[in-house]
């Protein structure tokens, strides 16, 4: 049967990709150690679990506004803006089931077929997807290891043109751990304003930062906060992957026509899953600092096991859970080393070149992992080099 041009160039996420092979080679009997899929290896913490199995025993498992429950919107306006340092109306808050649909959806509400979309590269596999799916054409934007893995403003500056509709961020980054500096972002932010485009800035890591460090928001620069749309969730933050609970802010206008494609796909986000989102965002938030604690020295033993290893470099990164070694050196093509690492030591990463073209060279690396696996891996990777 036919199926849709739009669909045509759709292909799966890397990450479930080597998840599949490895898990066929456990069923073989193989131990793996997964540092492939993106998600905290703690569970949900246990008040946030508490008020979801509260909230469903109480009955609260029915539709709600497709835009969210006005409490929970409320509390989101108010923490999220605390965090940044702005204001936000909860007229502006729109929740998904996930963080996605409030990339997606806002991203089919702002492009028109033929417009431009600037992405990073190496990206979220997510965002290109997205894009051609909205009728629009990706142009990917190189990340510079060199620059802590920002946008290479030289290529931003050829890129960008009439034709450009949105701009895509990612601060902190996946596949990198990169942060973009604020003069980055006022670069984008007055191009952004010079060309009339929207940004879209994916915010999901902005609490899993370290060293002290921070990651401003575009949103918070000077004639933005009416062009950008804001990305956030609860998947990282609070171990709540499978919850799926996400939200975009945006100006009011937006955020209405959002609501609207939400209610013709998803309808609502579940209600026991927002109420245990309501008890994330006020309840004990020393519980998220003491994981990022934990992040933090596991992000250290990785980067120094493997700039220990021959043909390997990898920058510090200040965010999220994933390094980006470098494998240049190695002679091999990153799916080839991928493989190699994965059938020859057990060891499950993501090729660099699932996130773009720009990602050749290097590996992903997942650290939402034990020490003790952490230094496993790193043992039977440095036995198979
Ligand atoms: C950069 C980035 N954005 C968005 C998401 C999607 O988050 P969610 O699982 O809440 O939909 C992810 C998940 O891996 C991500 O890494």
Not at 3 to 10: V, W
Not at 142 to 159: I, K, Q
Not at 309 to 320: F, H, K, T
Request: aromatic letters at 8%; hydrophobic letters at 40%; one cysteine or more.
């Amino acid at each position: 049967m036919y199926t849709a041009t739009r669909t045509k160039d759709l292909k799966s996420e890397g990450a479930y990709q080597v998840l599949a092979k490895a898990q066929a080679l456990e069923k073989e009997g193989r131990e793996i150690i997964h540092l492939e899929i993106g998600q905290p290896d703690f569970p949900t913490f246990e008040n946030i679990s508490q008020a979801g199995i509260r909230a469903i025993e109480e009955g609260y498992t029915r539709y709600t506004p497709p835009a969210g429950m006005p409490s929970l919107r409320e509390v989101i306006a108010e923490s999220a803006g605390r965090q940044r340092g702005l204001t936000f109306d909860p007229g502006q808050v729109v929740v998904s089931p996930g963080a996605k649909p409030n990339l997606f959806f806002p991203t089919l509400a702002v492009v028109e077929e033929g417009d431009e979309v600037i992405y990073p590269d190496p990206g979220f596999p997510s965002y290109k997807a997205m894009i051609q799916v909205a009728g629009g054409i990706p142009v990917p934007v190189p990340l510079l290891e060199e620059n802590g893995f920002s946008f290479d403003l030289d290529a931003f500056d050829r890129l960008i043109s009439d034709r450009t509709r949105l701009i895509i961020l990612n601060s902190p980054g996946n596949p990198t751990g990169g942060i973009l500096p604020l003069e980055d972002l006022e670069h984008i932010a007055a191009a952004a304003q010079e060309y009339d485009c929207w940004v879209l800035s994916d915010e999901i890591y902005t609490r899993i930062i370290f060293d002290g460090q921070e990651a401003d928001t575009i949103a918070g620069l000077p004639g933005m906060g009416e062009r950008t749309i804001i990305m956030d969730g609860f998947s990282k933050t609070y171990a709540m992957t499978g919850w799926r609970l996400g939200y975009g802010i945006m100006p009011v206008d937006l955020a209405r026509k959002v609501g609207l494609l939400l209610t013709h796909s998803v309808g609502s986000t579940a209600q026991f899953t927002q109420i245990a989102g309501i008890e994330a965002l006020q309840g004990d938030q020393q519980q998220v600092d003491e994981v990022v604690r934990i992040y933090q020295k596991r992000r250290d033993a990785i980067v120094s096991g493997l700039n220990s290893l021959p043909g390997i470099s990898c920058q510090n990164p200040q965010g999220a859970f994933y390094v980006f070694p470098n494998i240049k050196t190695l002679g091999l093509s990153s799916q080839e080393a991928a493989d190699l690492f994965l059938d020859k030591a057990g060891v499950a990463t993501l090729p660099g070149s699932a996130f773009g073209k720009y990602g050749e060279g290097y590996l992903r690396l997942c650290y939402a992992n034990s020490l003790e696996n952490i230094q496993l891996a790193l043992e039977k990777m440095r036995e198979v080099l």
